[in-house]
């Protein structure tokens, strides 16, 4: 279905294999958009795909959620995106252990000091 320079639907049947060079024309034509873009700014060459792994990982690395990075990148499930990227999110419960604090007053832990002194004297005393 596309739509005309009326702004109407139609539809236009065509052959697979009209459809399959179709879409390698198009993908094509991004690519070169792609290519002709990156030199323009002085960038080196990259893959499209490539361009979504940097999309992924530099959201995750800012701590968005991961269910909406796994919807935008179109995974059927969160644990894709898990296994592809988690390790793109150092110290990703971070935040959450840190709330645990909020749950008790935090009171300062007493450790008992201990005496160097006497315990070298201790050991001394069995020689």
């Avoid at 296994?83 to 419960?93: K, T």
């Avoid at 604090?101 to 020689?127: C, E, G, M, Q, Y």
């Amino acid at each position: 279905m596309t739509d005309t320079k009326s702004h109407k639907r139609r539809r236009v049947d065509m052959t697979m294999h009209l459809t399959e060079t179709l879409s390698a024309h198009r993908t094509e034509q991004k690519r070169d958009a792609l290519n002709r873009s990156t030199e323009k700014a002085g960038l080196r060459r990259v893959r499209t795909h490539s361009l979504r792994h940097s999309y992924a990982t530099i959201r995750l690395m800012k701590g968005h959620n991961v269910g909406d990075v796994s919807y935008q990148l179109g995974h059927s499930g969160i644990k894709i995106t898990y296994d592809v990227y988690a390790h793109w999110m150092p110290g990703q419960f971070k935040s959450e252990v840190d709330e645990l604090d909020a749950l008790h007053p935090v009171h300062p832990i007493r450790t008992r000091k201990r005496h160097h002194n006497n315990i070298h004297k201790d050991f001394n005393s069995f020689s």
